[in-house]
């Protein structure tokens, strides 16, 4: 990532977020999504391929039922 820290992205939050602050936060950053723990946003972060991110938000969407 190009000596990008967490501080560099804009971060966002799922829009089902129940704002108790356990919810993961993404951001794009050079055609891969980082990914966080909202409870620790100084800290390391995960990226994937946007591709292989989108795969898997779309696997979600199809498994999980929302009341």
Do not use: H
Not at 5 to 28: I, M, P
Not at 51 to 58: C, D, E, G, K, M
């Amino acid at each position: 990532m190009d000596n990008a820290t967490a501080d560099d992205l804009e971060w966002r939050k799922a829009k089902r977020s129940v704002g108790n602050g356990a919810c993961v936060e993404v951001a794009s950053v050079n055609g891969r999504i980082a990914v966080r723990d909202s409870m620790t946003p100084g800290g390391v972060f995960l990226q994937y391929p946007a591709r292989s991110w989108q795969f898997f938000a779309a696997r979600l969407k199809d498994e999980i039922i929302f009341e």
